[in-house]
């Protein structure tokens, strides 16, 4: 004797397909881009289950607190102030001797050397914002210029009109700029 199968099996399909349609429309930014001026209704009611890209918030080191921070990197107990130790003089300062080379460590350790801007030497991706909320990424070519905020290692905190990122020196004019600079 035969049984009849369970109806609800016809469900199946059609729910994994809505369930796939989801998953890219969430996940996937070109799917949206294509699905969203053709069926406004779906950006209405899924638009809140889409994750905003990652921003990076580069901070000017030059508005923070400098006894915040211990010179090893790390911070002090609360309700404990730190004294900035003076730095060492440079050796350019010292009669007879030649100047130092400025590597990327004494140069990350004086924002007064640091450029106001630095142009890109390739294609880098920014985070696009209007009126402090992320709305996509752009894409900068090369030749465009960023404000320079922070130096860390060889990476180096950018913003442009907005958005921040983390790029690498070589990636930027700025190992020109510093050459002409500490000379």
């Known amino acids: 004797m035969r049984t009849r199968p369970n109806k609800l099996w016809a469900f199946g399909p059609p729910l994994s397909l809505a369930l796939l ?21 779906v950006k209405e009611h899924l638009a809140r289950f889409v994750m905003q890209p990652d921003v990076v918030m580069v901070k000017d080191p030059r508005k923070e607190s400098s006894n915040r921070y211990r010179t090893d990197g790390t911070v002090p107990p609360a309700g ?8 060492p003089a440079p050796a350019s300062s010292v009669p007879g001797l030649p100047p130092a080379p400025l590597t990327m460590e004494r140069f990350a350790a004086d924002p007064s050397l ?10 880098i ?20 210029e960023a404000n320079l905020k922070l130096v860390k290692d060889t990476q180096l905190g950018l913003e442009y009109q907005g958005g921040g990122a983390w790029v690498p020196a070589d990636a930027t004019d700025l190992l020109d700029k510093v050459k002409i600079t500490s000379r």
């Open 125 to 144: 991706e920014f985070p696009a914002v209007v009126n402090g909320k992320v709305i996509g990424k752009v894409q900068l070519p090369a030749g465009t």
């Open 80 to 87: 404990a102030t730190t004294t900035p130790s003076p730095a």
């Open 21 to 41: 349609f989801f998953a890219y429309y969430v996940k996937m930014p070109w799917f949206r881009s294509y699905i969203d001026p053709k069926f406004p209704w």
């Open 114 to 123: 640091w450029p106001k801007t630095v142009k890109l030497r390739t294609t």
